[in-house]
Nanobody, 126 residues
Framework: VQLQASGGGLVQAGDSLRLSCAAS????????MAWFRQAPGKEREFVAA????????YYSDSVKGRFTLSRDTAKKTLYLQMNSLKPEDTAVYYC????????????????????WGQGTQVTVSS
């Protein structure tokens, strides 16, 4: 499985961005996929995740109500719509995927996901 992340950029606080993560592989609809982010000097942190075969998307408290996951199965693409961006959202955003079906608590853990994209920079100015 290969993941290609795109859509990052430099925006002002309050603006919106949509990140995309295009996946290869024939079993996209059974994946669990996620977005993590890493700011300079900080550890990688969970942003959002979704088990496509069942259940709803999950979000970190810091982005809940502002970020939304969606997917296009035909395009094998996961989207992260980011609204009301804040300077503290500045980070490199990574998409990740797993062929497994993790339990809910595992969705928040980076090591659950064996496939990773290259990262896309999001910078939010105040």
């Amino acid at each position: 499985v290969q993941l290609q992340a795109s859509g990052g950029g430099l925006v002002q606080a309050g603006d919106s961005l949509r990140l995309s993560c295009a996946a290869s592989g024939r079993t996209f609809s059974s994946f669990a996929m996620a977005w993590f982010r890493q700011a300079p000097g900080k550890e990688r942190e969970f942003v959002a995740a979704w088990r496509f075969s069942f259940g709803r998307p999950y979000y970190s408290d810091s982005v809940k109500g502002r970020f939304t996951l969606s997917r296009d199965t035909a395009k094998k693409t996961l989207y992260l719509q980011m609204n009301s961006l804040k300077p503290e959202d500045t980070a490199v955003y990574y998409c990740a995927a797993t062929r497994s079906t993790p339990i809910t608590s595992s969705l928040y853990v980076a090591s659950t996901f064996e496939y990773w994209g290259q990262g896309t920079q999001v910078t939010v100015s105040s």
